[in-house]
């Protein structure tokens, strides 16, 4: 395989400046400056390049998981979790790369105008170097991406299943939506961290936003419910719309003794009653 020639590294180093104008110039119109301020976007194309002629003078070659690239591979990784972060997608950061190669391209061609078969080599080990890099980008952007979008589904989570305290010794937890095995574990971490702070003898689970209810449903609650008595507190389901209530006779699902309410009302009035106390308009 063909190498690099110093003439094309001494290009590349003397040219900086004319290059980064025209890389510039180039991210621009494409698009892939997006959101980024000019002072970031310079710092960072500059800083490429320089860990680019210093990668080259090591004589690396293309094979980037070697100790002369770690830098540069440290950098792209940290660019790609900025882009990432940014909203950009995968072809917007991997263009930081790419946008390069015309500049470069351009530059090769002056050099080796009088060498044709040297300047269609270099162009050739110059694209693959790049390809490589670039691929190394978008594989780097598409794990932070992937970490920024568990990290949202977590805090939707979170966000989904609010405890709220109704009254002293009385915590309610309104479901919205399917409920599944994450997020019944996230239900039970929640609910069962904030029995323990307030010190609640019942928690209300509400499920009037909860569209359906399965088999699968079922048994979430009833682990849940399980875990809320084994800390000590009863535990009382709410929402139990006509639809639901003939879905579970439907398919014989048996809650297991669970007292059940037909809305939050009526399950706060009995929670009430069960620590002895007693709502009533003022006169």
Same mark, same amino acid.
């Given at each position: 395989?063909?190498?690099?020639?110093?003439? +094309?590294?001494?290009?590349? *180093?003397?040219?900086?400046?004319?290059?980064?104008?025209?890389?510039?110039?180039?991210?621009?119109?494409?698009?892939?400056?997006?959101?980024?301020?000019d002072?970031?976007?310079?710092?960072?194309t500059?800083?490429?390049?320089q860990?680019?002629?210093?990668?080259?003078?090591?004589?690396?070659?293309?094979?980037?998981?070697?100790?002369?690239?770690?830098?540069?591979?440290?950098?792209?990784?940290?660019?790609?979790?900025?882009?990432?972060?940014?909203?950009?997608?995968?072809?917007?950061?991997?263009?930081?790369?790419?946008?390069?190669?015309?500049?470069?391209?351009v530059?090769?061609?002056?050099?080796?105008?009088?060498?044709?078969?040297?300047?269609?080599?270099?162009?050739?080990?110059?694209?693959?170097?790049?390809?490589?890099?670039?691929?190394?980008?978008?594989? +780097?952007?598409?794990?932070?991406?992937?970490?920024?979008?568990?990290?949202?589904q977590?805090?939707?989570?979170?966000?989904?299943?609010?405890?709220?305290k109704?009254?002293?010794?009385?915590?309610?937890?309104?479901?919205?939506?399917?409920?599944d095995?994450?997020?019944?574990?996230v239900?039970?971490?929640?609910?069962?961290?904030r029995?323990?702070?307030?010190?609640?003898?019942?928690?209300?689970?509400?499920?009037?936003?909860?569209? +359906?209810?399965?088999?699968?449903?079922?048994?979430?609650?009833?682990?849940?419910?399980?875990?809320?008595?084994?800390?000590?507190?009863?535990?009382?389901?709410s929402?139990?719309?006509?639809?639901?209530?003939?879905?579970?006779?439907?398919?014989?699902?048996?809650?297991?003794?669970?007292?059940? *309410?037909?809305?939050?009302?009526?399950?706060? *009035?009995?929670?009430?009653?069960?620590?002895?106390? +007693?709502?009533? *308009?003022?006169?």
């Amino acid at each position: 395989m063909a190498a690099l020639q110093s003439g +094309t590294i001494d290009a590349i *180093k003397k040219n900086q400046a004319q290059l980064l104008t025209q890389w510039t110039g180039s991210l621009e119109a494409s698009g892939a400056t997006r959101n980024l301020k000019d002072q970031d976007l310079k710092q960072q194309t500059s800083e490429f390049l320089q860990l680019l002629v210093g990668g080259l003078n090591d004589g690396n070659g293309l094979n980037l998981a070697a100790a002369g690239w770690d830098d540069i591979r440290l950098f792209l990784e940290k660019l790609s979790r900025s882009r990432a972060l940014l909203g950009h997608d995968s072809s917007q950061t991997a263009n930081f790369i790419f946008s390069l190669k015309g500049p470069l391209f351009v530059l090769l061609q002056n050099h080796y105008q009088d060498s044709p078969a040297l300047l269609a080599e270099q162009v050739w080990e110059i694209s693959e170097l790049l390809d490589t890099l670039g691929m190394h980008t978008i594989r +780097t952007f598409q794990k932070s991406r992937e970490e920024v979008i568990k990290r949202q589904q977590e805090e939707l989570l979170e966000l989904s299943t609010p405890v709220v305290k109704l009254w002293d010794g009385v915590l309610a937890l309104p479901m919205i939506g399917t409920l599944d095995s994450q997020r019944t574990q996230v239900v039970m971490e929640s609910l069962l961290q904030r029995i323990v702070d307030t010190g609640s003898e019942i928690a209300i689970i509400d499920i009037t936003g909860v569209p +359906t209810v399965d088999t699968l449903v079922a048994q979430h609650l009833l682990k849940t419910v399980t875990a809320i008595r084994l800390m000590g507190a009863d535990c009382i389901i709410s929402g139990v719309r006509p639809q639901i209530a003939q879905t579970i006779v439907h398919l014989g699902l048996d809650l297991q003794g669970v007292v059940t *309410k037909a809305n939050l009302a009526d399950a706060l *009035k009995l929670a009430l009653t069960r620590l002895g106390m +007693t709502v009533s *308009k003022a006169d």
